[in-house]
């Protein structure tokens, strides 16, 4: 409850206290509740209602300088009994607290300070992973550069500091990411860096580029990766390819997807060849039952394909049906019985109610092999529905 308070107090006096100072005050905040259903969950199913509660506050101060602070609880309904006896607000956090330097002197280079949500690219590698209530936030430093052709970030993050309680290794992630206009589409550029110490250290890079174009009415996008160094001790080669288009029918949409996440089927010859997806928004790519959330772990380190075919279909103005089919299969069989994994089918149902109010329901059914048993994931066919109401304002 302290921690609550002194959050709440810190933001009325930021408040109260820049008023005069600043240009512009803009509160904001959001409410998320959504209910969901899960089968097999345990020896059964399992159905609950989780929400994320937000309060932020910018204020745009002189010389072209921001403040932004956002706190954020999130919890399962249920888990206090009620208030009069539980009421120490565990699960309330700052999400992000940091200050931005817009254009410093009139240049075009603007830096941001403190804890911040990162989303570079398609957030194949670099995501804030707002489908999670809790959502991805980074501590540390972010340069953004404008030149007239497109732009350019560099990041420096602390993930772990021994200096802190508990915390027993040091972990570190940095990178450039360019994005350059281009005729037809947009091409982005990157290198990126990790590093752990400990035990089993690591030192990789991942290098990549991404192309968005459109050709005629369709839009397609081609992103390839590779990652090296040391990871956990040994020597990293492994590798990402991922391709989509988009082709318009009449007011709807259907797209065509693969991707292909290199595997390792050889644990004892000193080499990692699985790829790492980092720090990724896995929701957004691997299907929405999120089999395949945690990778190289939730694909027993095998690697991933991912065909897919999805439609995006308008009902009416502010209703949308959304219908994906995914065909998985593992990239190296390993110690797996076959590389087929199995299918998925999501559907989704959004309508939007208002400019700041949505509603979103979906549901989805994974039709596993034996080979998705033989990784360590599902047994039997998985089911997966939720209900969930979005207001941001």
Same mark, same amino acid.
């Given at each position: ?9 810190? $933001?009325?006096? $930021?408040?109260?206290? /820049?008023? %005069?100072?600043?240009? +512009? ?5 959001? %409410? ?12 059964? @199913? ?14 745009? $101060? ?16 249920? +888990?206090?009994? !009620? ?5 120490? =607000? ?39 992973? *707002? ?13 953004? $550069? ?24 040091? &972990? @570190? ?14 091409? *982005?550029? @990157?290198?990126?860096? !990790? ?23 369709? %839009?397609?996008?081609? +992103? ?13 080669? &492994? ?13 709807? #949409? ?22 790492? #997806? ?18 190289? %772990?939730?694909?027993? !380190?095998?690697?991933?394909? *991912? /065909? ?27 110690? &797996? ?6 299918? +998925?089918? *999501? /559907? #989704?149902?959004?309508?939007? @109610? ?5 509603? /979103? ?6 039709? =596993? ?20 109401? !979005?207001?941001?304002?």
């Amino acid at each position: 409850m302290k921690k609550g308070l002194l959050a709440i107090a810190g $933001l009325l006096v $930021l408040g109260t206290s /820049v008023e %005069v100072f600043a240009k +512009e005050i803009q509160v904001g905040g959001q %409410v998320r509740p959504r209910m969901e259903y899960l089968n097999p969950s345990g020896g059964g @199913y399992d159905v609950w209602t989780s929400m994320r509660v937000r309060a932020q506050v910018k204020a745009v $101060l002189d010389k072209d300088v921001d403040v932004f602070v956002q706190v954020q609880d999130v919890r399962i309904w249920g +888990e206090e009994t !009620n208030t009069l006896n539980d009421y120490r =607000a565990d699960n309330f956090d700052l999400h992000q607290g940091y200050v931005t330097l817009n254009k410093i002197r009139g240049s075009g280079v603007s830096i941001r300070v403190g804890r911040q949500e990162i989303s570079l690219g398609g957030q194949r590698l670099v995501g804030a992973v *707002d489908w999670t209530q809790q959502a991805r936030s980074m501590d540390g430093v972010r340069a953004t $550069l404008s030149p007239a052709w497109g732009s350019v970030d560099v990041l420096g993050i602390r993930l772990l500091d021994t200096s802190a309680a508990g915390i027993g290794s040091n &972990a @570190y992630f940095g990178g450039v990411y360019a994005t350059a206009k281009a005729s037809g589409g947009t091409l *982005d550029g @990157y290198g990126l860096y !990790n590093r752990a110490s400990g035990g089993a250290k690591t030192n990789q890079y991942t290098l990549g580029a991404r192309w968005v174009g459109k050709a005629r009415s369709v %839009v397609y996008r081609i +992103e390839g990766a590779y990652q090296l160094g040391k990871r956990g001790g040994s020597d990293v080669s &492994a590798f990402l390819f991922g391709g989509r288009a988009g082709i318009p029918i009449g007011k709807s #949409t259907v797209t065509l997807w693969y991707d292909y996440l290199s595997g390792d089927d050889n644990a004892t010859d000193g080499k990692v060849k699985v790829f790492d #997806t980092l720090f990724a928004t896995n929701h957004k790519f691997y299907g929405y039952a999120d089999v395949f959330l945690n990778i190289p %772990v939730h694909t027993g !380190n095998l690697g991933l394909q *991912d /065909v897919a075919l999805k439609f995006s279909i308008p009902l009416r103005e502010g209703v949308k049906l959304d219908v994906d089919g995914h065909a998985f299969f593992l990239a190296k069989k390993g110690r &797996a019985s076959g590389k087929h994994l199995g299918e +998925e089918v *999501d /559907v #989704t149902l959004s309508y939007k @109610y208002s400019n700041e109010v949505m509603v /979103v329901c979906g549901a989805s059914y994974v039709a =596993a092999k034996q080979a998705l048993a033989d990784i360590g994931r599902l047994k039997k066919d998985l089911k997966f529905a939720y209900a969930m109401m !979005n207001v941001a304002f």
